[in-house]
């Protein structure tokens, strides 16, 4: 499966981009717990629905989520205990209690709680999240509630144009949606803490911040992408193809293994200049410099950062890469072997 891209012409990211994405489609494909209870909301293939009725099918599977976490330096004598609350909005994913919800929602925190539509809230536990596709799954018990699992469906049929509808539960009282279309597919945005998201659907589906991390869904009522509030004008969503294999390794692993070279670059067309060159990280040790410019990588001819980026990915950690840099008129191969993601991205 190739992940649609749009390159950006100027912008800063590091070198380990969001993992490309499996081919497992909407008929549930794949194994784990995240995967078995799929389907109790889908539809006949070619089966669309009205607005109307994809909200009623969509709204009681979709919650109200509320982190907690402690500020810097809280327990100071001279400042007391600071809390920091974050809210966004999230859906059930299967019958054993997974909730899908946005990273940046609940990074660092001390304490989630997880409101449903009827009104029970709960508290739930981060199973693991993933800041690069800005996507987190916690765990509710399930005693008790209600669940109903909506569809991750097959992204790749998604095309600009396509009618989707953004549902989330911003205060916990229940279930609000904007309508819109897909306007791009293939966007990246860079976030705070040196992320790059790509391969994102653009949409003009209003996206509130507290709606981020519900569903954005299809005229068939399954989940095309997982909406993320990244920039106040524009509304994005990380495909659901995407979401699929991000969601199996959280379930398995608790995080994304990535390979990471340790850079960061910005596309001229005709290579990659590196802006920055991390400390201690492969392409440092490998004699790198800030200003080179990566014109190819294992013989394949890099002219964008996006491309770059899809070369990495197809590689895996421990992996040795050939880079052919120019330096001052020169060129020069060097060689890096790649290593796994770290947590925390040095600043650059």
Do not use: C, W
């Not at 494909?29 to 994809?54: F, P, V, W």
């Not at 095309?159 to 293939?186: C, E, H, K, Y």
């Not at 705070?192 to 569903?215: H, K, M, N, Q, R």
């Amino acid at each position: 499966m190739t992940r649609r891209r749009v390159a950006v012409p100027i912008v800063a990211a590091l070198l380990g981009g969001a993992v490309t994405a499996a081919a497992m489609v909407a008929s549930g494909s794949g194994t784990g717990a995240i995967t078995r209870q799929q389907g109790l909301l889908a539809l006949d293939e070619g089966e669309r629905l009205t607005t109307s009725e994809i909200y009623e099918r969509a709204a009681p599977s979709v919650v109200a989520v509320r982190a907690q976490s402690v500020q810097p330096g809280a327990f100071q004598a001279d400042a007391g205990s600071e809390f920091h609350v974050s809210t966004g909005s999230g859906f059930v994913l299967d019958g054993e209690g997974r909730v899908v919800t946005n990273a940046h929602v609940v990074t660092g925190v001390t304490a989630v709680q997880v409101t449903f539509p009827d009104g029970p809230t709960v508290g739930a536990t981060v199973i693991g999240k993933d800041e690069e596709t800005d996507i987190a799954v916690l765990a509710v018990p399930t005693e008790g509630l209600d669940l109903r699992p909506l569809e991750l469906g097959d992204s790749d049929a998604v095309q600009p144009g396509d009618r989707v509808l953004a549902v989330g539960n911003p205060t916990g009282a229940g279930a609000t949606a904007g309508t819109g279309r897909i306007s791009g597919a293939g966007r990246e945005v860079v976030v705070p803490g040196g992320y790059v998201i790509d391969g994102l659907f653009e949409t003009d589906a209003v996206i509130a911040p507290a709606s981020s991390g519900g569903p954005l869904i299809g005229p068939d009522g399954r989940v095309i992408g997982i909406t993320a509030h990244l920039e106040d004008d524009t509304g994005f969503a990380v495909p659901a193809n995407t979401a699929r294999e991000v969601l199996a390794e959280l379930e398995e692993h608790h995080k994304v293994i990535r390979p990471y070279i340790g850079i960061r670059g910005r596309s001229l067309g005709t290579g990659v200049e590196l802006v920055d060159v991390h400390a201690g990280g492969p392409a440092e040790r490998a004699g790198l410099q800030t200003g080179d410019v990566v014109v190819a990588i294992d013989g394949v001819a890099v002219h964008t950062l996006g491309g770059l980026l899809g070369e990495i990915e197809r590689r895996g950690v421990g992996d040795s890469v050939e880079l052919r840099v120019l330096r001052d008129g020169q060129e020069l191969e060097l060689t890096a072997r790649l290593e796994e993601r770290p947590a925390t991205i040095p600043a650059g």
